[in-house]
């Protein structure tokens, strides 16, 4: 099934938060680095718990249409 343009535009932003949220927590990783960006940090980690959980919410909600029984 070939996949429609909004749904290619979501699935590579969300690789990309992925990505992001790897590299921030390497960066974190880094106690100079953590300790200077320690407030853009927490909140980057807060907007991606809320849009992973509104992908999962949504995910839950959609999957008997996508998968029916």
Request: proline share 3%; glycine share 0%; no cysteine.
């Given at each position: 099934m070939?996949?429609?343009?909004?749904?290619s535009v979501f699935?590579?932003?969300?690789?990309?938060?992925?990505?992001l949220n790897i590299t921030?927590?390497?960066a974190a990783s880094f106690n100079d680095f953590a300790a200077a960006y320690a407030v853009p940090?927490?909140?980057?980690e807060i907007f991606s718990?809320?849009?992973f959980s509104i992908e999962y919410l949504l995910?839950?909600?959609?999957s008997p249409y996508k998968y029916p029984e």
């Open positions: 070939k996949d429609d343009i909004p749904s699935n590579v932003s969300i690789i990309i938060l992925i990505v921030a927590i390497i940090l927490h909140q980057f718990v809320v849009v995910w839950v909600w959609t």
